[in-house]
């Protein structure tokens, strides 16, 4: 665990399924007074896939649907959490997160398709996600990939080995069934609670095992 947790996190989401994981964790750091700075980057892709799963439509508010803000109509205790995270473009190659000069501490892909997961390990950075992630491993601070596929086959693997030779944390979207969740938002808040911890930041509603 990272001695000081990040203050300024960078959470890029793709095409792989699993996109209510990706709303409890922007919940999580919207409401976590450590974390002051959140860049959320979104691929054409999970667009897609937050419309199938989650009922979302298009990029106009999107924060707003994710975090369950009606636009134009949040408290200003709301609007002033919420304005903390900043949505950046995914086209957008020369965004602040594409230098390593911009103090983004850490970073979180969840999901993270093997797509993107591809491009990470083999330094392919056409976009502002992979490019977000190179940085984050040129300057040797924490990347956090999410991996969500099933099979794997040889290649997804020998990927995974690559990024995480590299220094990014392979952490497979895998949630757990010990505290017995009665629901799916109390399964994909746990996971969080976990990625979050692995990043500094453990959250007060954490599940421990007591043994």
Known sequence: MPCNPPQNLTVATTGASGALF???LLLAVERDARVR???FIASDSALRV???ELG???RYNLLGQLLGHASGKSSSRQAARAGKIHQQANADIGANIASGSYP??????LPCSVGTLARIA???ASHLIERAADVCLKERRPLVLCVRETPLNKIHIRNMYRAADAGATIFPLIPAFYF???TLDAMAREF???VLAHLGLPQPDAYHWKG
């Open 104 to 109: 983004a501490q850490a970073m979180v892909v």
């Open 122 to 124: 083999n330094g392919m």
């Open 22 to 24: 990706l709303k409890h």
């Open 180 to 182: 017995r969740p009665a």
């Open 192 to 194: 969080v609670c976990r």
């Open 37 to 39: 700075t959140v860049n």
């Open 56 to 58: 979302l439509r298009g």
């Open 50 to 52: 937050m419309a199938e």
